[in-house]
């Protein structure tokens, strides 16, 4: 009998044991959450001191709680999102694997068949987002914005595309990292850029046609020729205006933008992070009857508004001088009122109404346009590669353009103006040129000429098309302040410190267009640091450059002369 009660006694004591610890266990899970909730909070605030305070104490509760119940899944599943939410990937995927392996032991003893299938649904669909959040910040960081290892982070981008295959901008971002890469080997890294940017425009296409109401499959718009374009009933979406029929669901990029990334614009589910798609920002501006659209691929950017943006009204200014009262819907920034006044003054263009794109915002329908009239052209094919160049306008247009903006403007002065396009490393984000006082410097010392600073963002848009207008040279680091040799006069000559890869030689083409002398002196590195055009530092043989301006002002520099 007295056996029989200490047994007992036993199991009772055991019971007990047991029932204390799922106890203090339960209460340990409750105060994990309670603490990741308010690390959430605290993360969300920016507060990310007190954020990782929460999150010390969790780690923890949650060592503690996996020593009462390592089989238990609870504990596991808190620390795993806690962790995923503060981007520790690794210890994450760490903390999903053992609640895999708990929800594996504790089924059929403390959770049922079916919720352990539903949990390692779960599991798995946060283990892929962790997974995929692992690969982005580790692609990000070997990225640096273009400054760290291309190659490395083209492969890291690959590897985002297979967790996710169609995600827009992972695709569209892997194009870009190829077009790098195309500094150093241009056949086969040009090939893949297009590769993939041709499949982040049709997987943005796919999964945003359902989210703006169309009733079939969306297409993109094939410009196969020259021409004007005029649509109904159209609507404008996202910052690069991208034009939506929606009738029939077809999509239109002005110029044949193949490198327009199209899932910058439109609204669509995010496939990696599974959240929907952005909220509508407001009510879009409704433009009734006949409007002329100049607006496009980056049209706030200044290269893209002079040499894109404006030819449109160059070649529509016939119609628009029949028009009643015609509107012509441009970008919104600092520079266009001014360009464009000059150039409808010299087009003799005066009952145009000027009206504006809303170029900030989100991903959503900015405008609504019932009748817009535009004027687009097919992309130049490379004769080399045979492949689509990056924003080169017709040749044609561009010498029209340029009659216009300098209609009025007097002859070129008895002395020899070289002009410099200044960057600025306290506003341009790249290729700032580390030894531009020594330059100009050593041009200054040539005997004959006047070296003119030009800032653009400084200048008024007169006073760069009168300074172009006179320069006998005009020397620059490759970016938007060469331009302006729009307003170059017939044989001036254009020196751009520049790169090797083709995607670069917008203003080889541009002084092509426009009859100026052209040489390219190539930066150091150009042709073997796949950085290319994103480096934010740059340096450029002085002597050689110094060479150039010799050269061109004794009636060299015809054509193409690349230096190293």
Not at 243 to 269: E, I, R, W
Request: proline share 4%.
């Amino acid at each position: 009998m007295r056996f029989i009660v200490y047994v007992l006694e036993v199991i009772f004591c055991a019971l007990s044991a047991a029932v204390a610890q799922d106890s203090r266990y339960e209460q340990l899970c409750e105060r994990m959450l309670s603490l990741a909730e308010k690390a959430d909070k605290a993360a969300a605030r920016s507060d990310f001191q007190k954020a990782m305070r929460h999150l010390k104490k969790v780690r923890g509760l949650y060592a503690e709680a996996i020593e009462l119940e390592p089989d238990e899944p609870q504990a596991h599943l808190t620390m795993a999102n806690l962790e995923l939410n503060a981007n520790y990937m690794d210890n994450s995927l760490k903390a999903w694997e053992a609640a895999s392996r708990a929800v594996d032991a504790s089924e059929g003893r403390s959770i049922s068949s079916e919720r352990a299938t539903e949990l390692r649904e779960q599991i798995a669909g946060r283990q892929r987002k962790t997974l995929i959040g692992k690969v982005s910040m580790e692609r990000d960081r070997v990225y640096r914005k273009g400054q760290g290892n291309i190659s490395k982070s083209i492969e890291l981008a690959k590897r985002q595309v297979e967790l996710v295959p169609n995600h827009p901008l992972n695709l569209h971002d892997l194009g870009t990292m190829y077009m790098m890469r195309s500094e150093v080997d241009p056949s086969g890294a040009w090939t893949l850029a297009v590769e993939a940017f041709r499949k982040a425009q049709a997987a943005a296409i796919e999964l945003a046609s359902p989210v703006l109401g169309c009733t079939t499959e969306g297409r993109l718009e094939d410009i196969a020729a020259e021409g004007r374009l005029e649509l109904a009933n159209v609507e404008l979406i996202g910052g690069d205006a991208v034009m939506l029929q929606k009738s029939d669901c077809v999509f239109t990029v002005l110029s044949a933008h193949l490198y327009l990334n199209l899932g910058d614009n439109l609204p669509y589910p995010d496939p990696a992070r599974e959240t929907p798609p952005p909220p509508l920002q407001g009510r879009p501006r409704v433009f009734e009857g006949k409007v002329f659209v100049t607006v496009g691929y980056r049209s706030t950017m200044f290269y893209h508004f002079l040499l894109e943006s404006l030819p449109r009204i160059v070649a529509l200014q016939e119609e628009i001088r029949a028009a009643a009262k015609p509107k012509i819907l441009l970008p919104w920034a600092g520079f266009v009122d001014g360009f464009t006044d000059i150039l409808l003054e010299g087009l003799g263009i005066g009952n145009a109404e000027k009206v504006y794109y809303p170029t900030e915002g989100g991903r959503h329908v900015r405008a609504k346009v019932s009748e817009a009239v535009t004027y687009t052209w097919p992309a130049r094919i490379d004769a080399k590669y045979d492949l689509p160049l990056h924003c080169v306008t017709p040749d044609p247009l561009l010498r029209r353009l340029r009659e216009a903006m300098t209609r009025g403007v007097g002859e070129r002065p008895g002395e020899t103006i070289v002009v410099w396009l200044v960057r600025k490393a306290s506003r341009d984000e790249s290729r700032i040129l580390k030894n531009e006082r020594q330059l100009i410097a050593a041009l200054q010392r040539v005997e004959g000429i006047t070296i003119k600073e030009f800032d653009g963002a400084e200048q008024r848009p007169r006073e760069a098309v009168e300074l172009f207008s006179r320069a006998a040279v005009v020397v620059g680091v490759h970016g938007a302040g060469l331009s302006n040799i729009l307003f170059c006069r017939k044989g001036t000559a254009v020196i751009e410190l520049g790169f090797a890869t083709p995607l670069s030689w917008h203003y080889m083409y541009l002084a092509e267009a426009l009859g100026l002398r052209y040489e390219r002196v190539l930066v150091d590195g150009a042709g073997e640091d796949d950085r290319a055009m994103g480096r934010k530092r740059l340096l450029v043989n002085v002597e050689m450059v110094v060479e150039a301006v010799r050269r061109v002002l004794k009636g060299g520099g015809v054509g193409v002369h690349d230096e190293m």
